[in-house]
T-cell receptor, first 111, second 112 residues
Framework: QKEVEQNSGPLSVPEGAIASLNCTYS??????FFWYRQYSGKSPELIMS????GDKEDGRFTAQLNKASQYVSLLIRDSQPSDSATYLC???????????FGTGTLLAVQP | DGGITQSPKYLFRKEGQNVTLSCEQN?????MYWYRQDPGQGLRLIYY???????QKGDIAEGYSVSREKKESFPLTVTSAQKNPTAFYLC???????????FGQGTRLTVV
Protein backbone atom coordinates (compact mmCIF):
# COMPACT_ATOMS: atom_id res chain seq x y z
CA GLN A 1 0.00 0.00 0.00
CA LYS A 2 1.35 3.41 -0.98
CA GLU A 3 1.77 5.90 1.85
CA VAL A 4 -0.13 8.64 0.00
CA GLU A 5 -2.53 7.68 -2.76
CA GLN A 6 -4.21 9.80 -5.40
CA ASN A 7 -6.13 8.96 -8.53
CA SER A 8 -3.84 9.90 -11.42
CA GLY A 9 -6.75 11.14 -13.55
CA PRO A 10 -7.15 12.97 -15.75
CA LEU A 11 -10.10 14.58 -14.02
CA SER A 12 -11.98 16.58 -16.59
CA VAL A 13 -14.45 19.27 -15.51
CA PRO A 14 -16.19 22.05 -17.45
CA GLU A 15 -15.30 25.66 -16.79
CA GLY A 16 -17.25 27.03 -13.83
CA ALA A 17 -17.81 23.63 -12.21
CA ILE A 18 -16.47 22.35 -8.89
CA ALA A 19 -13.41 20.11 -9.15
CA SER A 20 -12.99 17.58 -6.35
CA LEU A 21 -9.56 16.06 -5.78
CA ASN A 22 -9.04 13.27 -3.30
CA CYS A 23 -6.15 11.81 -1.36
CA THR A 24 -5.82 8.99 1.17
CA TYR A 25 -2.90 8.27 3.45
CA SER A 26 -1.82 5.18 5.31
CA UNK A 27 -0.10 6.48 8.45
CA UNK A 28 -2.74 7.15 11.06
CA UNK A 29 -0.48 9.44 13.11
CA UNK A 30 0.11 11.89 10.25
CA UNK A 31 -0.41 15.47 11.41
CA UNK A 32 0.08 17.93 8.56
CA PHE A 33 -1.43 17.90 5.10
CA PHE A 34 -0.64 19.99 2.05
CA TRP A 35 -1.88 20.53 -1.46
CA TYR A 36 0.50 21.63 -4.20
CA ARG A 37 -0.27 22.67 -7.76
CA GLN A 38 2.24 21.78 -10.46
CA TYR A 39 1.95 23.11 -13.98
CA SER A 40 3.56 21.04 -16.71
CA GLY A 41 7.33 21.48 -16.68
CA LYS A 42 7.25 23.67 -13.57
CA SER A 43 7.94 23.10 -9.89
CA PRO A 44 5.20 22.49 -7.27
CA GLU A 45 3.53 25.51 -5.69
CA LEU A 46 1.97 25.29 -2.23
CA ILE A 47 -1.70 26.26 -2.35
CA MET A 48 -3.23 24.91 0.87
CA SER A 49 -2.21 23.57 4.27
CA UNK A 50 -4.55 21.87 6.74
CA UNK A 51 -3.80 20.47 10.17
CA UNK A 52 -7.11 19.72 11.91
CA UNK A 53 -10.32 17.96 11.00
CA GLY A 54 -12.86 19.90 9.03
CA ASP A 55 -12.79 22.43 6.23
CA LYS A 56 -10.38 25.24 5.48
CA GLU A 57 -11.27 27.78 2.82
CA ASP A 58 -8.98 30.12 0.89
CA GLY A 59 -10.60 31.92 -2.00
CA ARG A 60 -11.89 29.35 -4.51
CA PHE A 61 -10.05 26.54 -2.73
CA THR A 62 -11.37 24.43 0.17
CA ALA A 63 -9.32 21.72 1.83
CA GLN A 64 -11.17 19.06 3.81
CA LEU A 65 -9.57 16.72 6.33
CA ASN A 66 -11.01 13.60 7.95
CA LYS A 67 -8.38 11.95 10.11
CA ALA A 68 -10.66 9.10 11.16
CA SER A 69 -11.04 8.08 7.53
CA GLN A 70 -7.46 9.09 6.67
CA TYR A 71 -8.74 11.21 3.85
CA VAL A 72 -7.97 14.71 2.63
CA SER A 73 -9.57 16.48 -0.30
CA LEU A 74 -9.32 19.70 -2.26
CA LEU A 75 -12.32 21.42 -3.78
CA ILE A 76 -11.87 24.07 -6.45
CA ARG A 77 -14.97 26.18 -7.03
CA ASP A 78 -15.67 28.02 -10.28
CA SER A 79 -12.90 26.07 -12.03
CA GLN A 80 -10.98 27.99 -14.67
CA PRO A 81 -8.84 26.71 -17.56
CA SER A 82 -5.86 28.20 -15.70
CA ASP A 83 -6.51 25.65 -12.93
CA SER A 84 -5.51 22.86 -15.33
CA ALA A 85 -2.47 21.30 -13.67
CA THR A 86 -1.37 18.33 -11.61
CA TYR A 87 -2.35 18.57 -7.95
CA LEU A 88 -0.05 16.87 -5.46
CA CYS A 89 -1.12 15.81 -2.00
CA UNK A 90 1.62 15.73 0.65
CA UNK A 91 1.52 14.39 4.19
CA UNK A 92 3.92 14.67 7.11
CA UNK A 93 4.16 13.89 10.81
CA UNK A 94 3.75 10.15 10.53
CA UNK A 95 6.03 7.43 11.81
CA UNK A 96 8.78 8.39 9.35
CA UNK A 97 8.22 12.09 10.08
CA UNK A 98 9.01 12.99 6.48
CA UNK A 99 7.06 14.90 3.87
CA UNK A 100 5.61 12.22 1.60
CA PHE A 101 4.02 13.08 -1.75
CA GLY A 102 1.35 11.34 -3.74
CA THR A 103 1.83 10.90 -7.48
CA GLY A 104 -0.68 13.64 -8.23
CA THR A 105 -4.01 14.04 -10.02
CA LEU A 106 -4.09 15.72 -13.41
CA LEU A 107 -6.97 18.20 -13.63
CA ALA A 108 -8.20 19.41 -17.01
CA VAL A 109 -10.72 22.27 -17.03
CA GLN A 110 -12.53 22.43 -20.35
CA PRO A 111 -13.51 25.92 -21.64
CA ASP B 1 12.66 39.03 -3.16
CA GLY B 2 12.70 36.03 -0.84
CA GLY B 3 12.83 32.65 -2.44
CA ILE B 4 14.70 29.56 -3.48
CA THR B 5 17.00 29.67 -6.48
CA GLN B 6 18.14 26.59 -8.32
CA SER B 7 20.73 26.62 -11.05
CA PRO B 8 21.17 25.75 -13.77
CA LYS B 9 17.68 25.28 -15.17
CA TYR B 10 18.92 22.68 -17.67
CA LEU B 11 22.00 20.50 -17.29
CA PHE B 12 23.51 17.88 -19.55
CA ARG B 13 25.80 15.21 -18.18
CA LYS B 14 28.09 12.89 -20.04
CA GLU B 15 28.46 9.29 -18.98
CA GLY B 16 30.85 8.93 -16.04
CA GLN B 17 30.75 12.62 -15.15
CA ASN B 18 29.90 14.17 -11.79
CA VAL B 19 27.69 17.25 -11.83
CA THR B 20 26.60 19.63 -9.08
CA LEU B 21 23.20 21.27 -8.83
CA SER B 22 23.01 24.51 -6.91
CA CYS B 23 20.28 25.46 -4.43
CA GLU B 24 20.24 28.75 -2.51
CA GLN B 25 17.52 30.18 -0.26
CA ASN B 26 17.18 33.56 1.41
CA UNK B 27 14.10 32.69 3.46
CA UNK B 28 16.12 31.96 6.61
CA UNK B 29 14.69 28.44 6.63
CA UNK B 30 16.36 25.80 8.77
CA UNK B 31 15.42 22.77 6.69
CA MET B 32 16.28 22.01 3.09
CA TYR B 33 15.48 19.06 0.86
CA TRP B 34 16.27 17.50 -2.49
CA TYR B 35 13.60 15.59 -4.37
CA ARG B 36 13.70 13.82 -7.68
CA GLN B 37 10.70 13.64 -10.01
CA ASP B 38 10.41 11.22 -12.91
CA PRO B 39 7.62 11.36 -15.51
CA GLY B 40 4.35 10.07 -14.11
CA GLN B 41 5.84 9.57 -10.66
CA GLY B 42 5.65 11.44 -7.42
CA LEU B 43 8.48 13.25 -5.72
CA ARG B 44 11.08 10.99 -4.13
CA LEU B 45 13.32 12.23 -1.35
CA ILE B 46 17.06 12.12 -2.03
CA TYR B 47 18.61 13.96 0.92
CA TYR B 48 17.47 16.38 3.59
CA UNK B 49 19.09 18.71 6.08
CA UNK B 50 17.40 19.96 9.22
CA UNK B 51 20.23 22.23 10.33
CA UNK B 52 23.58 23.52 9.13
CA UNK B 53 26.37 20.94 9.03
CA UNK B 54 23.92 18.05 9.27
CA UNK B 55 22.16 16.06 6.58
CA GLN B 56 20.45 12.70 6.26
CA LYS B 57 19.83 10.23 3.46
CA GLY B 58 16.35 10.04 2.03
CA ASP B 59 14.76 7.14 0.20
CA ILE B 60 16.96 7.18 -2.91
CA ALA B 61 20.35 8.57 -1.79
CA GLU B 62 22.56 6.12 -3.68
CA GLY B 63 24.69 7.88 -6.28
CA TYR B 64 24.12 11.33 -4.78
CA SER B 65 25.97 13.49 -2.25
CA VAL B 66 25.23 16.80 -0.52
CA SER B 67 26.76 19.35 1.82
CA ARG B 68 25.25 21.97 4.14
CA GLU B 69 28.07 24.30 5.11
CA LYS B 70 25.86 27.39 5.12
CA LYS B 71 22.24 27.82 6.10
CA GLU B 72 21.45 29.32 2.73
CA SER B 73 23.02 26.65 0.52
CA PHE B 74 22.38 22.95 -0.07
CA PRO B 75 24.13 21.75 -3.25
CA LEU B 76 23.50 18.29 -4.69
CA THR B 77 26.16 16.32 -6.56
CA VAL B 78 25.02 13.63 -8.93
CA THR B 79 27.91 11.19 -9.16
CA SER B 80 28.82 8.70 -11.85
CA ALA B 81 27.50 5.99 -9.52
CA GLN B 82 23.95 7.16 -10.21
CA LYS B 83 23.06 4.97 -13.18
CA ASN B 84 19.83 6.65 -14.21
CA PRO B 85 20.19 10.35 -13.40
CA THR B 86 17.92 11.80 -16.06
CA ALA B 87 15.13 13.47 -14.09
CA PHE B 88 13.70 16.75 -12.79
CA TYR B 89 15.48 17.73 -9.56
CA LEU B 90 13.66 19.89 -7.05
CA CYS B 91 15.14 21.68 -4.08
CA UNK B 92 12.84 22.82 -1.29
CA UNK B 93 13.08 24.50 2.08
CA UNK B 94 10.85 24.87 5.11
CA UNK B 95 10.99 27.07 8.23
CA UNK B 96 11.25 23.99 10.45
CA UNK B 97 11.80 20.35 9.53
CA UNK B 98 8.85 18.73 7.76
CA UNK B 99 6.57 21.77 7.82
CA UNK B 100 5.29 23.64 4.75
CA UNK B 101 7.90 23.23 2.03
CA UNK B 102 8.55 25.74 -0.73
CA PHE B 103 10.23 24.75 -3.96
CA GLY B 104 12.77 26.25 -6.29
CA GLN B 105 12.13 26.24 -10.03
CA GLY B 106 13.93 22.93 -10.56
CA THR B 107 16.84 21.63 -12.60
CA ARG B 108 16.21 19.29 -15.50
CA LEU B 109 19.18 16.91 -15.84
CA THR B 110 19.73 14.88 -18.98
CA VAL B 111 22.42 12.30 -19.68
CA VAL B 112 23.91 12.62 -23.16
Amino acid sequence: QKEVEQNSGPLSVPEGAIASLNCTYSDRVSQSFFWYRQYSGKSPELIMSIYSNGDKEDGRFTAQLNKASQYVSLLIRDSQPSDSATYLCAVTGGATNKLIFGTGTLLAVQP
Amino acid sequence: DGGITQSPKYLFRKEGQNVTLSCEQNLNHDAMYWYRQDPGQGLRLIYYSQIVNDFQKGDIAEGYSVSREKKESFPLTVTSAQKNPTAFYLCASSPYPWTEAFFGQGTRLTVV
